[in-house]
């Protein structure tokens, strides 16, 4: 940001240079044809001549000058779209979103199936096999399972998202 700053700073006073230019050129009085050329006035009209001629390249100097720090200015607001880089922020804060749901999921699930298997424990060292804890059991291992896989999908969604620039080029 520093640099374009700097060359916009360039660019207006360059502008300002070429301004005064051609003011002077404007106010400098046009040579009248000699009717009797002496040598003075002849240096004169030559020396406004190579000051017009200088002037001249000076302006074209500053307008090839402007024209490639306009250049390298639109090139540097080409480089970094701020659009896309917005896009890519919500998306990963969705998949983040996503993410720690699935976490929570599995964590719940996971604590379930802790608790289901510490009743299953204790009825087996009690010496009764109720087919109900087994059950109950069985289906707290199946959602902690299923929070497994939800949260493997989030995370291939993640590296799918992160692949597919590389893989779609347009």
Known sequence: MQDISELEGRITAALERIGKGVDRLAAMPRPAPPVATPPAPAATGANAASADAALRAQLE????????????????????????????????TQQLDVQGLELQRMRRSNTALRDQLATLRQAQMA?????????????????????????????MDEILAALEPHLNPN
Request: net charge negative; charged share 40%.
């Open 61 to 92: 100097e500053e307008k090839a000058l402007t024209a490639q720090l306009q250049e390298r200015l639109r090139a540097l607001k080409d480089r970094e779209p701020k659009g896309d880089l917005q896009e890519k922020v919500e998306r990963l």
């Open 127 to 155: 010496g009764v096999a109720e087919p109900q804890l087994i059950n109950k059991s069985l289906m707290a291992e199946l959602d902690a399972l299923r929070a497994i896989r939800l949260t493997e999908v989030a995370e």
